[in-house]
């Protein structure tokens, strides 16, 4: 493929998910986010894969500069692995969530692509439905359909899928320009 077609296409489609993303949903998230930060509660951020490394970003992001204090639980990858090891993959965000006491003040910002479901990332879903008991709040940004986070989030931003081939990097790309948003908005 010619370069030049290529970063055109590119760009193209990120000018049009810039224009056809929900404004209203990005605001909510903001909103949400102010919330917890008044009442001193804790942002949980999970994500797997390149959304685990943008979970990681985004808690400097919403500690240095929004002023929240939050934690991505990928980022002890000492216990990340004792506990799929242990436990298996499908719990290790549930447990990490339940040994800080998750609670009603707390809340989960989960970063996918997918937004989770039982045959792809159910440590996303099992999380999901714990933060639920705890009657913690829970936002997202994901893309495709949005999977389990979509269906279960207070708020859930949805990255718009402009090309089949480009969904992962756009996702991920926009999870950065959303929390960057929010976390430098609030």
């Known amino acids: ?23 209203d ?5 903001m909103s949400m986010l102010e919330e917890v930060k008044s009442i001193g509660g804790r942002l ?19 500690r240095k500069i929004a002023g929240i204090e939050a934690y991505a639980p990928s980022d002890n990858v000492s216990e990340l692995t004792a506990r799929t090891n242990d436990e298996g993959w499908d719990t290790v965000f ?8 998750l609670n009603s003040k707390d809340m989960l ?25 705890c009657g913690a709040r829970i936002g997202g940004i994901v893309s495709r359909d949005g999977g389990y986070t979509k269906k279960h989030a207070d708020v859930c931003v949805m990255v718009p899928v402009v090309s089949e ?21 609030i």
């Open 44 to 62: 949980f951020i999970l994500g797997v894969g390149g959304s685990a490394a943008n979970a990681s970003h985004a808690v400097n992001d919403f």
């Open 94 to 101: 549930f447990e990490w969530l339940k040994t800080s006491r």
């Open 165 to 185: 081939s480009r969904i992962t990097p756009h996702a991920e790309g926009w999870q950065g320009v959303i929390w960057h948003l929010v976390a430098n908005g």
């Open 109 to 133: 910002l989960i970063l996918s692509v997918g937004g989770g479901a039982e045959h792809a990332s159910p440590n996303i879903a099992r999380a999901i439905d714990y933060a639920k008991q």
């Open 1 to 23: 493929m010619d370069r030049k077609v290529y970063i055109d296409a590119y760009l193209n489609e990120t000018s049009r998910i810039a224009e056809s993303i929900n404004k």
């Open 25 to 29: 949903d990005i605001a909510a998230l």
